[in-house]
């Protein structure tokens, strides 16, 4: 069964830039049809997809979430990561890492997600 | 950008009563949409993909209907684990964007 597992640091300080990486088990990062992408939830807020990358490594974005967000795949460690560079403090949330498969329109893989809080 | 807005906010029942929760899009999106339940502390499940397909162990009293721009998560009848807040989800046929309603929120 696949899992998807965040890890990171809890703690990020404004200006700096928020990385966390995505380790998948039970399945192969470089398969066919799946795309990897991030999804946040702010304390008490709505789900928001910030991106996603195909297995090709082709990467997708909400535009909504401004500039400064990469999405890349380690194939050798079977892996995958986001970088959001210069957090503010709207920027605290729990990010899930998530996987979909095409050509299903909903993200069926979800990890528990890691809290990211924002503040100096 | 397309925009995903759910009715109601709140919808307040009992055990054993129909749920109707709407998701309107502000574009077409054929059968590009899912559903999520969401309970405290815990990340979001897919229960609908592709407008009206359960994923995998979802019971039937959950379906997915609709077409267009509006589209409709029925829960037949309400199981006590059943409470908790709905997300729906569209993606845009290419690029393939995604994004969320506001939620609603299915109480006792």
């Known amino acids: 069964q696949l899992q998807l597992q965040e890890s990171g640091p809890g703690l990020v300080k404004p200006s700096e830039t928020l990385s966390l990486t995505c380790t998948v088990s039970g399945g192969s990062i470089n398969t066919t049809d799946n795309y990897w992408g991030w999804i946040r939830q702010p304390p008490g807020e709505a789900l928001e997809w910030i991106g996603s990358m195909y297995y090709t490594g082709s990467s997708f974005y909400n535009p909504s979430v401004r500039s400064g967000v990469v999405i890349s795949v380690d194939m050798s460690k079977n892996q995958f990561s986001l970088k959001l560079a210069s957090v503010a403090a709207r920027d605290t949330a729990t990010y899930y890492c998530v996987r979909r498969t095409r050509p299903r329109s909903g993200f069926d893989s979800w990890g528990q997600g890691i809290l990211v809080t924002v503040s100096s | 950008e397309i925009v995903l807005t759910q009715s109601p906010a709140t919808l307040s029942l009992s055990p054993g009563e129909r749920a109707t929760l709407s998701c309107r899009a502000t574009q077409i999106l054929g059968i590009n949409l899912a559903w999520y339940q969401q309970k405290p502390g815990q990340p979001p499940r897919l229960l609908i993909y592709?407008?009206?397909k359960r994923a995998t162990g979802i019971p039937p009293r959950f379906s997915g209907s609709g077409s267009g721009t509006d589209y409709t998560l029925t829960i037949s009848s309400l199981e006590p684990e059943d409470f908790a807040v709905y997300y729906c989800q569209q993606r845009s046929n290419w690029p393939p964007l995604c994004n969320f309603g506001q939620g609603t929120k299915v109480e006792i």
């Open positions: 592709n407008a009206s």
